[in-house]
């Protein structure tokens, strides 16, 4: 029963404090996506990769975020300081194109 | 920007009923349609999907429809159960890019 994982599932950190979320995709998905959902501004897509490589981040905030594959079985998505307004779940997903299949999701709460 | 946009929040059918979604975009770079479902306290799930070349994709009991020159999309399904009740995301793939509507929580009472 492949699934993608994502640890940890919940994160409680004060401002300033660096934030490191991990995502381990599905064995053979090629492309891997990062989203943020808040009330707010609902599902918002962050970042993908394709085979590795970044294709697009304009999502993400550039000054403080930061997502990286170190290798086909690892995503990361870092923040770097945290922010009370980056309280949010973070879901990673993965996929052959756009069809994703999704993590449960890492509930951040930046206090 | 919404480019992406489920106008109903919320929908309530009787099980048994058909259950139609609508969403809308704006953007004619989107070429690719997806809906996805979601339980609380878990990820999405993929539903079903269809490309802009076509007007109808059907899987069981759920068929999305694609009408290009509205630039609308929905989601029936038929015969509802209780089971389907959850979240229901639209969402729009072109251009390397991806966009998410806010979702409609649709509850199918017994």
């Known amino acids: 029963d492949a699934r993608v994982t994502q640890t940890p599932r919940h994160k409680v950190t004060e401002m300033g404090q660096e934030v490191t979320m991990r995502c381990q995709p599905i064995l053979g998905h090629n492309t891997v996506f990062w989203y943020r959902q808040t009330m707010m501004q609902g599902l918002e897509l962050l970042a993908y990769?394709?085979?590795?490589?970044?294709?697009?981040d304009s999502g993400m905030p550039k000054d403080r975020f930061s997502a990286e594959m170190p290798d086909a079985t690892l995503a990361t998505l870092k923040i770097q300081p945290s922010e009370p307004r980056d309280s949010a779940v973070y879901f990673c997903a993965s996929g052959l194109l756009w069809e994703q299949y999704f993590g449960p999701g890492t509930r951040l709460t930046v206090t | 920007d919404q480019q992406v946009k489920q106008n109903s929040p919320s929908l309530s059918v009787q099980e048994g009923r058909i259950s139609i979604l609508n969403c809308d975009y704006t953007?004619?770079?989107?070429?690719?349609f997806l809906w996805y479902k979601k339980y609380p306290a878990e990820g999405p799930t993929f539903l079903i999907s269809i490309s802009s070349i076509k007007d109808k994709n059907e899987d069981g009991r759920f068929t999305v429809f694609l009408n290009k020159s509205a630039k609308h999309l929905s989601l029936h399904i038929v015969p509802s159960q209780p089971g389907d009740s959850a979240v229901y995301f639209c969402?729009?793939?072109?251009?390397?890019?991806?966009?998410f509507g806010a979702g409609t929580r649709l509850t199918v009472k017994p």
């Open positions: 990769f394709r085979n590795r490589a970044p294709l697009d």
């Open positions: 953007n004619s770079m989107f070429d690719y």
């Open positions: 969402a729009a793939s072109g251009n390397n890019d991806m966009r």
